[in-house]
């Protein structure tokens, strides 16, 4: 069956730097786009980065990747902020979407805290 796997997140400092990973199985991840985003207390889940497009939130601090070979996706996320807490999800689409809506498969989610 289809899995994605996120791990990585704790509580850090402000402007600390934390990677995420995302472990993938049961599809030909190489086929799809990835994604990852977040959801804050009280909030909707938003859209954060994928494998060409940054929200202009992170543009600049955080950097998507992946490693086809071994069907994981990574978040490197650098400088974090306070507003950066969230719980962070990868996700996998057939297309290269910004649209939460539009994206087939996603993790349980892992937690990222940043203390000021």
């Known amino acids: 069956q289809v899995q994605l796997v996120e791990s990585g997140g704790k509580l850090v400092q402000a402007g600390d730097s934390l990677r995420l990973s995302c472990a993938c199985s049961?599809?030909?991840?190489?086929?799809?786009?990835m994604g990852w985003f977040r959801e804050a207390p009280g909030k909707e889940r938003e859209f954060v980065a994928n494998?060409?497009t940054y929200a202009h939130s992170v543009k600049g601090r955080f950097t998507i990747s992946r490693d086809n070979a071994n069907n994981t996706a990574y978040l490197q996320m650098n400088r974090l902020k306070p507003e950066d807490t969230a719980i962070y999800y990868c996700?996998?689409?057939?297309?290269?979407?910004?649209?939460?809506?539009?994206?087939?498969?996603w993790g349980q989610g892992t937690q990222v805290t940043v203390s000021s």
């Open positions: 049961g599809f030909r991840f190489s086929n799809y786009a």
């Open positions: 494998d060409l």
């Open positions: 996700a996998a689409s057939t297309r290269l979407t910004t649209s939460l809506h539009e994206y087939d498969y």
